[in-house]
């Protein structure tokens, strides 16, 4: 018997996340316009008629057309219009190791991706009416292979993080129990460390404090169910230990530069 195996591979995967916050089909008119502040995930649109405008105050406008992919990276801020009527399919994904970080990181521009075959619409159209969970899986698989055509052909750089056992137990630690009222302390003591030690490594592996990290997951988690529920801003600020809404909404506005209210409001497609 001959037996070869590779759980060097399988660790990272295994740890792999893609999240598909919202998924729809969307037909806009002309007046379709406004802009998009640092955002917490990437954007997968696929158009089927017409066509839209993004730019930056550094970079000439970009046209998304009929009949391509484009991926719009987390972090990418733009303004958008349309001047045309214009019906497409969209995507808002988060592609992550365990503790949150986007492996899509190194993805710094809006890239656009012609389809090798026909896109089968129909499909992503039965799968906006349907409950069934292997919609769901094939709706999923989908969209991975659609991110990873993007990645093979861009040569994206993809790498998951390979933390030490603190940082692992401590991201652990504070997915489980998310709160602007944690702190270092309590943490270190609920994975035997001590403060300095957890300290250290989160400076030394991610490169900020473990206060910046909380927040910084707090916000992203924020944006998230102001997009996905209704949960009003109130009993948004209250889940992560903010007593004081309007601190709550300032600290929100710093980040995505609306409040949470505004972002809310405006049209997320």
Same mark, same amino acid.
């Given at each position: =018997? ?29 007046? $379709? ?13 696929? *158009? ?6 993004? $730019?930056?105050?550094?970079? /000439? ?7 391509? $992919?484009?991926? &719009? ?11 045309? +009527? =214009?019906? !497409? ?44 969970? +292997?919609?769901?899986?094939?709706? @999923? ?14 040569? *994206?750089? &993809? ?7 603190? &940082?692992? %137990? ?9 709160? =602007?009222?944690?702190? &270092?302390? /309590? *943490? ?11 300290? %250290? !490594?989160?400076?030394? /592996? ?10 910084? +997951? ?31 909404? @300032? @600290? ?8 949470? @209210? ?8």
């Amino acid at each position: =018997m001959y037996v070869s195996a590779n759980p060097s591979l399988l660790k990272p995967v295994n740890r792999l996340n893609l999240e598909i916050l919202t998924f729809g089909y969307a037909g806009v008119d002309p007046d $379709w316009f406004g802009n998009v502040v640092s955002p917490v995930y990437s954007r997968l649109y696929y *158009i089927t008629d017409g066509a839209f405008t993004i $730019w930056t105050d550094q970079s /000439e406008k970009m046209r998304l057309g009929k009949g391509h $992919w484009y991926l &719009i990276p987390s972090g990418y801020s733009f303004d958008y219009e349309c001047g045309e +009527t =214009m019906e !497409h399919f969209y995507f808002h994904v988060k592609l992550c190791d365990f503790d949150g970080t986007d492996l899509l990181r190194n993805c710094a521009v809006p890239l656009c991706l012609t389809p090798e075959k026909a896109v089968d619409c129909d499909f992503f159209k039965k799968c906006l009416d349907s409950n069934r969970l +292997t919609d769901g899986l094939l709706l @999923r698989q989908a969209v991975f292979d659609v991110l990873i055509s993007f990645i093979d052909t861009y040569q *994206i750089p &993809i790498d998951a993080q390979d933390y030490s056992y603190c &940082i692992f %137990k401590a991201l652990v630690y504070i997915k489980q129990n998310l709160s =602007m009222q944690l702190s &270092i302390a /309590e *943490i270190a003591e609920n994975i035997f460390v001590s403060k300095s030690t957890l300290t %250290k !490594h989160f400076q030394k /592996e991610l490169h900020m404090s473990v206060n910046e990290y909380i927040c910084n +997951t707090i916000m992203a988690d924020a944006e998230r169910l102001l997009m996905t529920s209704n949960i009003s801003i109130h009993d948004l600020a209250l889940k992560f230990g903010y007593t004081d809404q309007l601190y709550f909404s @300032r @600290r929100f506005k710093e980040k995505f530069g609306k409040s949470p @209210r505004e972002y809310r409001k405006q049209k997320r497609l």
